[in-house]
């Protein structure tokens, strides 16, 4: 079992950075495939960035490709998601995701979620 928590997220305006956080419990953290899964209004969830467990892989949706990056800190068992260059188009809540899978799952239906997390951007 892993419990996710997220924190990092505000309201803030376009072209700001804001640096998401992703506390994860639980011994088998390392081997977890872990995502950033984001759902805008009115929308179905959509996978903005993964990660493998070994990080040799990750994983960027084209919308976010360029300004986010997705990073994990094994000995602070963190996930981090720096978004730069905000656009009002990534208004949404984001949720830590993670997988007991090895590779990287473009569809959202990740084993573990956390609470989420919501990020505004105003133009």
């Known amino acids: 079992q892993v419990q996710l928590v997220e924190s990092g997220g505000g309201a803030v305006q376009a072209g700001a950075s804001l640096r998401l956080s992703c506390a994860a419990s639980g011994r088998t953290f390392s081997t977890y495939t872990m995502a950033w899964v984001r759902q805008a209004p009115g929308l179905e969830r959509e996978v903005a960035a993964a990660?493998?467990?070994?990080?040799?892989?990750?994983y960027y949706a084209d919308s976010v490709k360029g300004r986010f990056t997705i990073s994990r800190d094994y000995a602070q068992n963190t996930v981090y998601l720096q978004m730069n260059s905000l656009k009002p188009e990534d208004t949404a809540v984001y949720y830590c995701a993670a997988d007991r899978v090895p590779s990287i799952k473009l569809t959202p239906d990740y084993d573990f979620w956390g609470q989420g997390t919501q990020v505004t951007v105003s133009s």
């Open positions: 990660i493998s467990w070994s990080t040799r892989n990750t």
